[in-house]
């Protein structure tokens, strides 16, 4: 479809996700880990707006406090957006609105949701035709997170968790989400896993080369049971997390102690996840941690990936 107009807009929503389970291979010689994971996209939306425009921008708005993010060529949507005009060769340029949701430098995939959102908006926008296997391959090319953004479900990740097997899952699972004050580098806490693991060299087992998912979290997915998924939700960039920012401890023990089945730090973090049995179970524990003075959201998974709403 092509653009009729500096009138029209595009409106395509993206959802943040959750690393249910993540294990991080060794360091290797490129500077890169190869990743096992299983993706759970969340109710919780980037909400992408895309019109006609000669140059390339974007602004932000929404809940979530975006004054420290970048709106220059370096900000992910933009490299989205001219990365599809470059291959479709389209002249023009566009103007994105986000309004933001998921939390920044949560852990929780928002700039890949924004960057899947902006292709797939603009592939629509502009009328490049591209379609799902092309615009996955230009996904890849941004960054390890969006082509999970633009499939959603539930997925395993390899690779760099850019290389996505969808997987089977019944059902709803409920999370409470526990937003941080503070960001964390995705860098600065696989540079901490590294440390980490060369202090204690002689006291673990070395890291594998190709990590994979273990069975019984497919096995727990597939049965739609939060119960068994709680007893296998791991993340090996939690502990490296815990050391950059000590006080999810606290947080973690919080949700523990108020009911949660199970707990984690969300990727690279601050994000701390609490699995929980059902939406009553999810109001319940929203409550007593929002008592607390926690900033408390909560969500269901898995729903579905970039998506046009409207235009």
């Known amino acids: 479809m092509v653009a009729t107009g500096a009138s029209r807009v595009v409106h395509v929503r993206a959802p943040g996700k959750i690393n249910v389970f993540m294990k991080v291979g060794a360091l290797l010689d490129d500077g890169y880990h190869e990743v096992a994971t299983a993706y759970q996209a969340i109710s919780l939306y980037e909400e992408v707006h895309a019109r006609p ?45 986000i309004e933001k949701h998921v939390p920044i430098a949560g852990g929780m995939g928002g700039g890949s949701a924004d960057a899947a959102a902006t292709l797939l908006a603009c592939d629509h926008l502009w009328g490049t035709g591209l379609g799902r296997d092309e615009l996955h391959s230009l996904a890849a090319e ?45 860098p600065d806490v696989y540079a901490e896993l590294d440390r980490h693991r060369e202090r204690h060299v002689h006291d673990i087992a070395p890291a594998p080369i190709q990590p994979t998912v273990d069975v019984e979290v497919l096995q727990a997915l597939r049965a739609g049971d939060p119960h068994q998924l709680a007893e296998y939700l791991h993340n090996d960039l939690q502990a490296p997390a815990l050391h950059l920012a000590p006080e999810l401890a606290r947080t973690l023990e919080a949700g523990e102690r108020a009911g949660a089945l199970a707990s984690l730090v969300s990727g690279s973090g601050p994000t701390v996840a609490f699995l929980v049995a059902d939406a009553d179970a999810a109001l319940e524990l929203q409550v007593e941690l929002s008592a607390g003075g926690h900033q408390v959201i909560r969500a269901t998974g898995p729903v579905h990936g970039a998506r046009v709403v409207a235009g």
Do not use: K
């Not at 921008?57 to 005009?85: E, Q, Y």
């Open 53 to 97: 425009a000669d140059d390339f921008s974007v602004r932000f708005s929404g809940p979530i406090d975006c004054s420290g993010l970048a709106t220059d060529g370096s900000n992910l949507a933009i490299r989205a957006a001219r990365l599809l005009a470059r291959v479709a060769d389209y002249r023009g340029g566009v103007a994105l609105e």
């Open 142 to 186: 941004l960054g390890a997170d969006v082509p999970f953004a633009l499939m959603g479900g539930t997925a395993v990740g390899t690779g760099r968790g850019d290389q996505l097997s969808p997987a089977l899952a019944q059902g709803t699972f409920h999370w409470v989400l526990v937003l941080a004050d503070l960001g964390l580098s995705t």
